[in-house]
C-alpha cells in the first residue's frame, strides 16, 4: 500500500511532501476511530519493553530529529508507534532556515541530502505545545489505544546569528525551557547546514557547553546527550570519548548526516546541482555503525549510544545493536519505507 502512496509523494517537491503526509495523517489521527484502528495496525504486540537511561521504552525503536521540527506531529508519531521522538532541532529564536529547495532525494542510494538549516518556530512556540502534549497525556490515560506513553527528547541548537563563543547562551535557552516537557535532550552541535556549528565539536567548546548545562540541572534532572558527525576523525572521535568520560555524559547519539560523498550512485550531475548539504540514508549506514562499535569497544561499554544512520530494516538496527548502541533511530527509511517500518524493525529485536 505505501508502494503507492509514496509514488504520489514522490511527485512532490520533497519538503512539500512530507508537510501533505504529515498534516493528513495528523488530521485522521485527530478522528478516535481511525486512531484506534491504525494505533492497532502500526503497534506490535511482540516488541520488548527496554530500559535506557532509566527510562522505560515500549520498545528500542525511535525517530530522529529533523522531522518534527516544532512537535507538531506527536500524536501521529505515537499512534505509528514510535517509542520515542526526538523533536527539533529547536533554536532560541524562530529562524527560517535555508533558502529553498533545501531538501533532496536520491533514490538510487536509498538517500536524502539537506541543508534546511534548523528552521523551526523558536523554543517558546515548541515549549507551548510540548506543554498542552503532557496535559493530554496527563488526562488521556490508556484511551484510542496507545497503552505505553512515547518518550520525548528535546533536540536543541544554537541560532544561525549567535556567534560560537555564545553558542552557550543559546544552549542554555532551550534547556531550560524545555527541561520540564520532555524526558532527555541531545546537544546538536553536529549539523553541517549551519556556518560554523560543527567547530563547537571540537572538546573545550563541547565542555563548555555540556558542563554548564549539566549545572543548570535542577532536582528532577534529564539525561544530556550529545550528537556527533560521521566525519569526525579518529583523534575527534577520541576527543569526544575522553570528554564523555571525564564530565560523566549521560550518552551520545552516532550519527548525524555526512558531508561525504563517496561511493554514490546517483548521477555526478544531480550530486553538482543540489550542491551542499547532509547526506542521510543507506549510504551513511557502515559508517554510522562503525563509529558505534568503535565508542562501545574503546569504552567497555561505558557510555550508553543511540544509533542513527541508514536503519531501513530489522537486520540494519540489529547491526547497530550487536555494534554496542541500546537504542536505535530512523528517519530517512521511514521515508522509503514508509510507516510500518516501526512495527517490522521493533517486533523482529526480540
Not at 493530554?136 to 544554537?158: A, D, F, R, V, Y
Request: charged share 25%; aromatic share 8%.
Amino acid at each position: 500500500m505505501y508502494q503507492v502512496v509514496r509514488k504520489f509523494l514522490f511527485f512532490l517537491e520533497p519538503e512539500r511532501a512530507h508537510y501533505v503526509a504529515m498534516n493528513a495523517l495528523s488530521f485522521l489521527c485527530n478522528i478516535t476511530f481511525i486512531k484506534k484502528a491504525f494505533a492497532r495496525l502500526f503497534s506490535s504486540e511482540k516488541a520488548e519493553a527496554a530500559s535506557f537511561l532509566n527510562i522505560t521504552f515500549k520498545h528500542r525503536i525511535g525517530l530522529g530529529a529533523g522531522f518534527d521540527k516544532n512537535a507538531r506531529y506527536l500524536n501521529a508519531l505515537e499512534t505509528l508507534g514510535f517509542a520515542f521522538v526526538e523533536i527539533g532541532t529547536v533554536t532560541p529564536r524562530p529562524q527560517a532556515g535555508n533558502e529553498k529547495p533545501r531538501l533532496f532525494r536520491l533514490p538510487k542510494d536509498g538517500a536524502l541530502i539537506n541543508r534546511m538549516g534548523f528552521n523551526n518556530e523558536g523554543v517558546e512556540a515548541v515549549k507551548e505545545r510540548l506543554k498542552q502534549w503532557r496535559k493530554k497525556q496527563k488526562t488521556g490515560g490508556k484511551k484510542n489505544g496507545i497503552h505505553t506513553p512515547m518518550i520525548i527528547g528535546g533536540n536543541i541548537g544554537k541560532n544561525k546569528n549567535t556567534p560560537n563563543e555564545d553558542a552557550w547562551k543559546d544552549y542554555e535557552i532551550c534547556f531550560s525551557a524545555l527541561h520540564p516537557y520532555v524526558d532527555f535532550f541531545v546537544v546538536n552541535v553536529s549539523s553541517p547546514n549551519t556556518p560554523g556549528l560543527r567547530e563547537l565539536q571540537e572538546k573545550e567548546s563541547l565542555k563548555k557547553i555540556l558542563t554548564h548545562l549539566q549545572q543548570q540541572q535542577p532536582e528532577n534532572r534529564k539525561p544530556i546527550l550529545l550528537k556527533i558527525a560521521p566525519d569526525l576523525t579518529t583523534s575527534q572521535i577520541e576527543d569526544v570519548i575522553d570528554l564523555a568520560l571525564e564530565i560523566n555524559l549521560d550518552g551520545l547519539v552516532a550519527a548525524n548526516t555526512t558531508i561525504n560523498r563517496e561511493s554514490l550512485t546517483s548521477d555526478p550531475s544531480l550530486l553538482e546541482s543540489i550542491g551542499n548539504g547532509g547526506l542521510s540514508g543507506r549510504p551513511v549506514r557502515e559508517r554510522a555503525t562503525e563509529m558505534v562499535d568503535y565508542i562501545h569497544q574503546k569504552t567497555g561499554g561505558k557510555i550508553p549510544i543511540i544509533a542513527s544512520g541508514g536503519v531501513f530494516t530489522a537486520n540494519d538496527a540489529a547491526e547497530k545493536l550487536a555494534a554496542g548502541a541500546a537504542m536505535v533511530e530512523v528517519w530517512t527509511g521511514f521515508i522509503y519505507e514508509g510507516p510500518m517500518i516501526v512495527k517490522r524493525i521493533s517486533s523482529s529485536l526480540l
